[in-house]
Nanobody
Framework: QARLVESGGGLVQPGGSLRLSCAAS????????MGWYRQTPGKERELVAA???????NYADSVRGRFTISRDNARNMVYLQMNSLKPEDTAVYYC????????WGQGTQVTVSS
């Protein structure tokens, strides 16, 4: 069964850092582009970072230069290193394939607040 399990969220002060992890079942990870998405109440889920199976990356303008996405193809893991966090980064973060989505995992809450 295809599964996505996100972890690593928490409460952090503005300017702080967090590293999110995502464990994906092989059927999802395979040779797919993988992405990190985020959603806040009342807003649509948005793609913030993506990485191809070959390691090319792309970022939303709002996070470029602060977030780094990476993947471990041997372990079917995707990571999101988030630095210089801002209150507007507060959201539930999810990983999934891109653009062909699978069922969403539970996500991990990131709260940036002093």
């Amino acid at each position: 069964q295809a599964r996505l399990v996100e972890s690593g969220g928490g409460l952090v002060q503005p300017g702080g850092s967090l590293r999110l992890s995502c464990a994906a079942s092989g059927s999802i990870f395979a040779s797919n582009t993988m992405g990190w998405y985020r959603q806040t109440p009342g807003k649509e889920r948005e793609l913030v970072a993506a990485t191809t199976s070959g390691g090319r990356t792309n970022y939303a303008d709002s996070v470029r230069g602060r977030f780094t996405i990476s993947r471990d193809n041997a372990r079917n893991m995707v990571y999101l290193q988030m630095n210089s966090l801002k209150p507007e980064d507060t959201a539930v973060y999810y990983c999934n394939a891109y653009p062909n989505l699978h069922s969403w995992g539970q996500g991990t809450q990131v709260t940036v607040s002093s």
